[in-house]
């Protein structure tokens, strides 16, 4: 499970932004390969420190909203993600509780019982994670490929989902196997694409960073 | 008939809470003096909110019962008098996208479990008092506090909106919306920056629910 959980971990590899593009992408023919090939790296991976800007299209604007953040993941499915501009968000996740700090209020979430923002939140964090990634019952994935990168198609299933998602596409550089985008497009075709920039791997990450108190 | 059994129900001693209750909800503002607005054209209010062009983000908590939502507001014109009011989660996430034409609300889009009639009306309510797009029959102006507060009334009906502009800063600090006696929405607007507010609170009177807002664009 902990392979499962971690396995998208292992794209966030080194290296620049490389624009994500979804043009002359073809389908993968050798998923198996594919996929065994990103989950040995994975076993690799302890920590993870990577920076990132999260751009949210919508239809009614002519800019897209930015926002700006850091993230840290150690090993086993301990994650900080926080936003750092325009505005303070910190959310941490460990294996059984949500930590939320805006501004100064902190509040706690038990991760089976609060359905909702768990549904919403889960999206997100599992894109990270890779349990979305690897939930074949929530998700029909497709994988594609071009010189550069794996393209890889998430559809979901339920229809509580789908409702609010009509797909979340993940950018694979191939020449590292790091994660450069994700892009979550919503029934209404408004999109947030967020790309990792700056990532380090298996740096010392202190066990502070997931303390929603420190 | 009805009176003269209501009549004979406070003669034979009401609780003393009720008649604190009727004068609790009386409207403070019923004897102002106040005069016609013969403009008849809200953009005449010197309120900057629903006039300004810019893309405004707000930095969004609202308190619901039990429930927190929290996210980005997100309120655009986009064209006069037509405007865009959108909440997404911090990751983007959309939550609910409304539209408002010329008075009419209109939902966009809703997370399934806000849409719901009672929940979607309440919003109306209250982006339609923020960004006075409520109809209405008739305007009045009228002064409060030693001319510190000059003030307009958009009347419809039993329902009156209420907004008060500080005359010192020539801001409109404060709205509030009434049915006959009753306070049923107020908000009030404060730290105004390039002539629009950094903050904004929201609050029902008769139902639980509070929305805080902290601009952040």
Redesign the interface.
């Known amino acids: 499970m902990n392979k499962i959980i971690i396995t998208l971990f292992s794209f966030f590899l080194f290296l620049g932004v490389i624009k994500a593009q979804e043009e002359n992408f073809s389908k993968v023919f050798d998923i198996e390969k594919t996929k065994a090939n990103l989950e040995q790296l994975t076993e690799e991976i302890s920590t993870i420190k990577s920076q990132f800007i999260?751009e949210?299209h919508?239809s009614?604007?002519t800019?897209n909203?930015i926002?700006k953040g850091e993230f840290y993941f150690k090993n086993p499915g301990f994650l900080r993600w926080k936003?750092t501009e325009?505005?303070e968000?910190l959310?941490i996740f460990t294996d059984k509780n949500i930590f939320i700090k805006?501004e100064e209020n902190i509040?706690s979430f038990d991760t089976e019982s609060n359905k909702?923002f768990s549904e919403?939140?889960n999206?997100?964090t599992g894109t990270i994670q890779g349990n979305i990634f690897n939930d074949s019952e929530r998700f029909t994935v497709e994988y594609f490929e071009n010189n550069q990168q794996y393209l890889l198609k998430l559809i979901p299933k339920m229809q509580?989902m789908k409702?609010?998602?009509q797909s979340i596409h993940i950018f694979i550089d191939k020449s590292d196997l790091s994660v450069v985008s994700i892009k979550?497009t919503?029934?209404?075709n408004?999109y947030?694409s967020?790309t990792f920039i700056d990532r380090k791997l298996n740096t010392t990450i202190d066990n502070d960073k997931f303390n929603i108190h420190k | 008939m009805i009176n003269s059994t209501s009549i004979n129900k406070l003669k034979t001693g009401v609780p003393l809470f009720i008649i604190f209750l009727l004068f609790g909800c009386s409207n403070p503002y019923k004897n102002l003096t106040k005069t016609e607005f013969s403009a008849k054209n809200i953009t005449e209010i010197p309120y900057s909110l629903p006039q300004s062009e810019k893309t405004l983000i707000y930095k969004t908590s609202i308190d619901f019962y039990q429930r927190n939502i929290s996210g980005l507001l997100i309120i655009k014109k986009t064209e006069k008098q037509n405007y865009r009011i959108a909440l997404t989660t911090q990751f983007g996430l959309k939550i609910f996208d409304f539209a408002l034409k010329e008075g009419n609300f209109e939902v966009v889009y809703c997370i399934e479990y806000l849409n719901k009639k009672s929940i979607i009306s309440t919003f109306e309510d209250d982006f339609k008092l923020l960004l006075m797009q409520n109809k209405f029959e008739q305007i009045y102006t009228f002064q409060k506090d030693k001319q510190k507060y000059k003030g307009w009334i958009l009347q419809s009906g039993k329902i009156n909106y209420y907004y008060f502009l500080n005359t010192d800063n020539n801001h409109i600090e404060k709205i509030e919306q009434w049915k006959r006696n009753a306070k049923k929405i107020s908000v009030v607007l404060y730290d105004y920056n390039n002539n629009l507010p950094l903050n904004i609170q929201l609050e029902h009177h008769n139902i639980k629910l509070k929305m805080n807002l902290k601009r952040i664009q």
Do not use: C
Request: charged share 20%; proline share 3%; aromatic share 12%.
């Open positions: 999260q949210k919508l009614f604007l800019e909203i926002s936003y325009p505005f968000y959310i805006d509040s909702m919403i939140n999206i997100m509580e409702s609010m998602l979550m919503e029934s209404s408004d947030t967020i």
